[in-house]
T-cell receptor, first 117, second 113 residues
């Protein structure tokens, strides 16, 4: 497709459930990012992949959060045993890479709004 | 500790006038700055960027100014149009090392017809 796509767009989970959020980056984009955006705040970095390698996971808030990108294209963000504070919009972004200038502009998907009851 | 700050949560201007959105940062290691625009239920869309080696970058109606000594940047929109009504996020990154963007909390711009 032309842009970054994410699914589902909306997810309601009961506290304690596991969820999986999918991101399809722009074809050919090397870099993939996950961000978490709480209500009224800017996006906050969670994790970064270069191809299939997870090079930075310093933003993941706990070991309940896990991300993968096994073939260097589609990525999944998994949250185990969801809690109410996990409620947020989860944004995926991709950028071209591998040169420095190609990392600069990140293209965002529409996000998945997760509500944990 | 918020490293990128947008102190005005909202701004309202008349159509045709100038909109000025401000952003301050604290981390002197940031050397690349971006503005994103976000409509409801959509992801942020890249608008304009500036490297720290410049103090101004212009793209049509949009101009970004960078004052490194003050750790301040601003986005000017001239003339403002109703379609510019959106939330604007300032973002910064170190041009080497970590690739992630650090965002401000956003400013909601409303352009009145």
């Amino acid at each position: 497709g032309a842009g970054v796509s994410q699914s589902p767009r909306y997810k309601v989970a009961k506290r304690g459930q596991d969820v999986a959020l999918r991101c399809d980056p722009i074809s050919g984009h090397v870099s993939l990012f996950w961000y978490q955006q709480a209500l009224g705040q800017g996006p906050e970095f969670l994790t970064y992949f270069q191809n299939e390698a997870q090079l930075d996971k310093s933003g993941l808030p706990s070991d309940r959060f896990f991300a993968e990108r096994p073939e260097g294209s589609v990525s999944t963000l998994k949250i185990q045993r969801t809690q109410q504070e996990d409620s947020a919009v989860y944004l995926c972004a991709s950028s071209l890479g591998p040169t420095r200038s190609a990392y600069r502009e990140q293209f965002f998907g529409p996000g998945t709004r997760l509500t944990v009851l | 500790d918020q490293q990128v700050k947008q102190n005005s949560p909202s701004l309202s201007v008349q159509e045709g006038r100038i909109s000025i959105l401000n952003c301050d940062y604290t981390n002197s290691m940031f050397d690349y700055f971006l503005w994103y625009k976000k409509y409801p239920a959509e992801g942020p869309t890249f608008l304009i960027s500036i490297s720290s080696i410049k103090d101004k970058n212009e793209d049509g109606r949009f101009t970004v100014f960078l004052n490194k000594s003050a750790k301040h940047l601003s986005l000017h929109i001239v003339p403002s149009q109703p379609g510019d009504s959106a939330v604007y996020f300032c973002a910064a990154k170190k041009d080497t090392g970590r690739r992630a963007l650090t965002f401000g909390s956003g400013t909601r711009l409303q352009v009145q017809p």
